[in-house]
């Protein structure tokens, strides 16, 4: 997998792979910007991600979700740091939650930084 540089280069790479659905997070459920589709947690897996950092100032951080829905649908979801906490439900969220989901391809993701002299606990 590629390491995208900016967000729309990685959404270009999407929409050419087939990801041409925007999706936006509602209570409890993803709504399909064309349509107004409802697409609730247990039809959606995110297929990969990409997180985005910005270069002076760390609100602009984002992340990329490639996601397929049940129904056959491929698209996008953009989520700024912090923006949908209070909007969306825990278990919505959860869904978009990448620490147990061995299927996701997490090759766009930031790796964690470890110090010169330092263990892989940090130590």
């Known amino acids: 997998m590629h ?24 209570r409890d459920y993803l709504e399909e910007s064309g349509s107004g589709l409802k ?4 039809e959606i897996t995110v297929d ?5 950092e910005g270069t002076s100032d760390p609100g602009d951080e984002m992340t990329l979700y490639a996601i397929s829905t049940a129904n056959g649908m491929k698209g996008v979801f ?5 923006t949908y906490s209070n909007e969306v439900t825990p278990e919505l ?8 989901r061995p ?7 930031v ?8 263990g892989s606990n940090g130590q």
């Open 39 to 42: 697409i609730k947690s247990d």
């Open 3 to 26: 390491h995208f540089e900016t967000l729309t280069e990685a959404m270009e790479s999407l929409r050419e792979r087939g990801y041409t659905h925007d999706f936006e997070p509602k």
């Open 93 to 100: 969220m959860q869904k978009f939650s990448l620490d147990e």
């Open 78 to 82: 953009v989520s700024p740091q912090g």
């Open 103 to 109: 299927e996701t391809n997490l090759e766009g993701s």
């Open 48 to 52: 990969e991600f990409h997180r985005f």
């Open 111 to 118: 790796k964690p930084i470890h110090g010169v002299g330092l």
